[in-house]
Antibody, heavy 124, light 108 residues
Framework: EVQLVETGGGLIQPGGSLRLSCAAS????????MSWVRQAPGKGLEWVSV???????YYADSVKGRFTISRDNSKNTLYLQMNSLRAEDTAVYYC??????????????????WGKGTTVTVSS | AIRITQSPSSLSASTGDRVTITCRAS??????LAWYQQKPGKAPKLLIY???TLQSGVPSRFSGSGSGTDFTLTISCLQSEDFATYYC??????????FGGGTKVEIK
């Protein structure tokens, strides 16, 4: 079964650090583009970061320089290292598998596998 | 950054109703738009990609249309399991994705 399971959320003080994990089963993380998406309480979805199968990484401006996406191929696990956390980082964090393929003259993209999410609360 | 304006932010409807949700992009995004459904406490679920292609397993009462800046998601005959929040997502500027603000479909 294709599945993603996030762990690592919790209560952290402003300025602190936290590492989220996203364990995959049924497919290979390193062969796919993988994203993190977050959702603040009562709010909409916000894309956070992506790692390409080739290893390139991209970040939303709101987290650039503070968050780092990575993966461990041997564990088939995606990570999000979050430093210098702020109250506005409080959210449920989801990992998702990106599917992207060519459909001339352009391409098609979607997030087709999502984890259940892990909650991060930044508060003193 | 490409902004997506989704409307309405909420709506009340009855089972059997036809429901339409709209997304407008701040610039042309061709057909690079997806739709997701999210139920409370759950992860989003992909419904439609490339503006109008139904994801496998999604009921045919869901349909999407549009191109350029204006897009719609239509539920032709609302069922009880369709009460949820719906989000559109543009991927024209991939990897810098943006979502609409969401539309909560509630029971009238």
């Amino acid at each position: 079964e294709v599945q993603l399971v996030e762990t690592g959320g919790g209560l952290i003080q402003p300025g602190g650090s936290l590492r989220l994990s996203c364990a995959a089963s049924g497919f290979t993380v390193s062969s796919n583009y993988m994203s993190w998406v977050r959702q603040a309480p009562g709010k909409g979805l916000e894309w956070v970061s992506v790692i390409y199968s080739g290893g390139s990484t991209y970040y939303a401006d709101s987290v650039k320089g503070r968050f780092t996406i990575s993966r461990d191929n041997s564990k088939n696990t995606l990570y999000l290292q979050m430093n210098s956390l702020r109250a506005e980082d409080t959210a449920v964090y989801y990992c998702a598998r990106d599917t992207i393929f060519s459909r001339p003259p352009g391409y098609v993209y979607y997030m087709d596998v999502w984890g259940k999410g892990t909650t991060v609360t930044v508060s003193s | 950054a490409i902004r997506i304006t989704q409307s309405p932010s909420s709506l009340s409807a009855s089972t059997g109703d036809r429901v339409t949700i709209t997304c407008r992009a701040s610039q042309g995004i061709s057909s690079y738009l997806a739709w997701y459904q999210q139920k409370p406490g759950k992860a989003p679920k992909l419904l439609i990609y490339a503006a109008s292609t139904l994801q496998s397993g999604v009921p045919s009462r869901f349909s999407g249309s549009g191109s350029g800046t204006d897009f719609t998601l239509t539920i032709s005959c609302l069922q009880s399991e369709d009460f949820a929040t719906y989000y559109c997502q543009q991927y024209y500027s991939y990897p810098r994705l943006t979502f609409g603000g969401g539309t909560k479909v509630e029971i009238k």
